[in-house]
């Protein structure tokens, strides 16, 4: 129960931080102008490629798609749809499996300081696990980002994006790897 209570307040405190800083930044930052190019201007969308692994007789790559609204100049706000694919070699006579998951989620991005930023971002993964009978089951895990990264940007609307982010959601950080790294290419981000 006490183990549960502070990891509950720990996240809390992360949350509360995050608004926080977000606040901070809305009161730094002027809004949209009527006079801005329109809402087509505001969208922005990317791709990602991360977590890309090879491992104990595993190789495993994850292809995620994002999209979303700039709220204000600093703070941007979106949905991602992940693709994960993992390849199990066993050795000997055993079968060889290609494994798909797949998830979605919203995320949210704060510039802190020049081009790096402050992410959070919560998904729902459907992934497939082994059972005790060895068959194999997709089954639904939530998973709560909280990280940054940085953005590098070019003359035109198309940047790069690095971001390190750790899993705080303490019933599948215990189960799966807690960091997540990836590459993205975005528009208008």
Do not use: C
Request: charge should be positive; hydrophobic fraction near 40%; glycine fraction near 8%.
């Amino acid at each position: 129960m006490t183990i549960k209570l502070n990891v509950s307040l720990k996240t809390l405190f992360i949350y509360l931080l995050f608004f926080f800083l977000i606040n901070n930044v809305y009161s730094q930052s002027s809004r949209y102008e009527k006079n801005d190019d329109g809402f087509k201007n505001r969208l922005w969308y990317g791709i990602n490629l991360g977590n890309i692994g090879l491992t104990n007789n595993q190789f495993y790559i994850n292809l995620s798609f994002m999209g979303g609204l700039k709220i204000m100049k600093n703070w941007n706000a979106g949905a991602i749809i992940h693709t994960n694919y993992t390849y199990l070699w066993q050795p000997g006579n055993n079968p060889s499996f290609n494994i798909f998951d797949y998830g979605f989620g919203g995320l949210t991005t704060v510039k802190i300081y020049r081009n790096y930023f402050a992410q959070l971002e919560a998904d729902k993964m459907y992934i497939s696990r082994f059972t005790i009978d060895r068959d194999l089951k997709r089954e639904p895990y939530l998973f709560t980002y909280i990280g940054g990264g940085y953005q590098y940007t070019s003359p035109r609307k198309w940047s790069m994006i690095i971001t390190l982010l750790y899993n705080i959601n303490p019933d599948t950080n215990q189960e799966f790897f807690p960091l997540n790294y990836r590459a993205a290419f975005v528009h208008n981000f």
